[in-house]
């Protein structure tokens, strides 16, 4: 039995380590899908949002750069709604200047501002020629008032004109610095809201994925305890079979030796094989019951009836094997109505009666006594006996299946009070232990209370 237990102990404690890593390994999981895709849609939309208002800040400058090259044209063309005033001036409003590229290649520009290094692009010019506009990004120099040399993102576009001596180009460049800036501290945005948004949504994963793992968690640990209890069950449940059918097998050796001597040389055999039959169906019995009741097959009756009557028709049965231990027992009925199963209420009175007999010493009385619980209806059954009690350290466990107290008399099958047990708390009742004024054992059984109409159904 030890070997049994310690190896039922190890294979839980492997299974409550695999259980941990599953567990470990589903939350991780869970909280890396819970980041990923909040980075994942946080990109999408980034990337949307920022193509969006690049594309928005594009039209609007695109549409300046059209209308300050048609506005060149026209000038050039006699059309000077504001007189004199020089057409390709640098523009602080849209941050553009023009130059104009006459075809012997030779360039004007905005008075008083230096033409950058590097314009007019005649690249651009000549690409303009055979398109008729070009529209392109590029970066120029220009120098500060200090002297400094300072590199400014503009966007240039250069488109073909004609005046009445000779075509042109017109090239007009815009300032993009402020454009950039916008765009630069929206990428910023979006990547540090984005990282906070990253790492509130792995926190709330992480204590999501913890809250909803519990019932899974929950479930194992059930799953593992049901495992441990029919692994526990069949390891006692063949313990307590081996040694009515070590005895059978011995009688049974026993009769073939001496096959030919008369059966009343070999009774006391005989006698041993139908106890242990006896014993043995009884085992099996009570083994079915609570195979079926964990199943929950076992269907109970709901009737009312008289506790007190219940109990004095069980304890009067078993008058005859407590006269034959020497042991007295003594009814204390009250009046008590309640509702239940009368079979399955008497197999408990039974069990706490014969198990109460079986613990008393010869000269030894066992009372039963039977009251209602309180005014408002409820009953009790409460069945003490003489003999040593039960050890507070073992209270927990007598009402295991197979338990047995150290030092427990010969008999039974260890499953009588698992069944009292299973019966009061299909009841809705409870069952209980503690120790009894004389010193012995005393179990204590409390059923609900019930209606007033079933009471009076009860009562007549």
């Given at each position: 039995m030890a070997d049994q237990a310690e190896s039922i102990d190890a294979a839980e404690r492997g299974a409550s380590e695999a259980d941990a890593r599953l567990m470990r390994g589903v939350r991780w999981r869970l909280v890396a899908w819970s980041g990923g895709s909040t980075l994942l849609v946080l990109m999408v939309l980034g990337l949307a949002l920022y193509l969006s208002v690049a594309s928005s800040l594009q039209v609007t400058a695109v549409a300046n750069l059209d209308e300050r090259a048609t506005t060149?044209?026209?000038?050039?063309?006699?059309?000077?709604?504001?007189?004199?005033?020089?057409?390709?001036?640098?523009?602080?409003?849209?941050?553009?200047?023009?130059?104009v590229i006459r075809q012997d290649g030779s360039a004007a520009g905005p008075r008083g501002f230096p033409i950058p290094a590097g314009m007019p692009d005649t690249a651009a010019a000549a690409a303009a020629t055979v398109a008729g506009r070009d529209l392109r990004l590029s970066t120029i120099t220009i120098h500060s008032p200090g002297g400094q040399a300072v590199s400014v993102p503009v966007r240039q576009l250069t488109v073909t004109a004609r005046s009445a001596s000779e075509p042109y180009f017109v090239q007009v460049v815009q300032d993009r610095s402020a454009e950039v800036h916008t765009l630069e501290s929206l990428v910023l945005v979006l990547v540090l809201g984005g990282l906070v948004?990253?790492?509130?949504?792995?926190?709330?994963?992480?204590?999501?994925?913890?809250?909803?793992?519990?019932p899974i968690r929950d479930s194992l640990a059930g799953q593992r305890t049901a495992l441990r209890r029919q692994r526990e069950f069949a390891a006692d449940a063949s313990h307590e079979l081996r040694t009515p059918l070590t005895v059978i097998r011995a009688s049974v050796e026993h009769l073939r030796r001496h096959a030919d001597e008369p059966v009343a040389q070999v009774g006391d055999a005989l006698v041993d094989i139908d106890a242990e039959v006896e014993h043995l169906t009884t085992l099996v019995d009570e083994l079915l019951l609570l195979a079926r009741s964990d199943s929950g097959a076992v269907s109970l009756d709901r009737v009312p009836l008289h506790l007190d009557d219940v109990a004095a028709d069980a304890t009067a049965a078993l008058a005859q094997p407590a006269a034959a231990a020497g042991v007295r027992l003594e009814v204390d009925p009250a009046p008590t109505a309640t509702v239940g199963?009368?079979?399955?209420?008497?197999?408990?009175?039974?069990?706490?009666?014969?198990?109460?007999?079986?613990?008393?010493?010869?000269?030894?009385?066992?009372r039963v006594v039977i009251r209602p619980l309180s005014a408002a209806g409820g009953a009790t059954l409460a069945v003490e006996d003489a003999g040593p009690g039960v050890a507070p350290e073992d209270r927990l466990r007598v009402f295991d299946r197979f338990w047995r107290a150290p030092g427990a008399p010969a008999g039974g099958t260890g499953l009588g009070?698992?069944?009292?047990?299973?019966?009061?708390?299909?009841?809705?009742?409870?069952?209980?232990?503690?120790?009894?004024?004389?010193?012995?054992?005393?179990?204590?059984?409390?059923l609900p209370g019930v209606k007033a109409d079933s009471t009076q159904e009860a009562g007549s």
């Open positions: 060149i044209i026209n000038f050039n063309n006699g059309q000077r709604p504001n007189g004199d005033d020089d057409p390709t001036a640098f523009i602080f409003g849209d941050s553009t200047f023009a130059i948004v990253v790492l509130v949504a792995v926190g709330f994963g992480a204590f999501y994925a913890s809250r909803a793992l519990v199963d009368p079979v399955r209420l008497r197999q408990l009175v039974t069990i706490l009666v014969d198990n109460a007999i079986r613990h008393s010493p010869r000269g030894g009385a066992v009070l698992a069944i009292a047990k299973w019966i009061a708390e299909n009841h809705d009742g409870s069952i209980a232990v503690d120790q009894s004024e004389a010193g012995g054992a005393r179990f204590e059984v409390r």
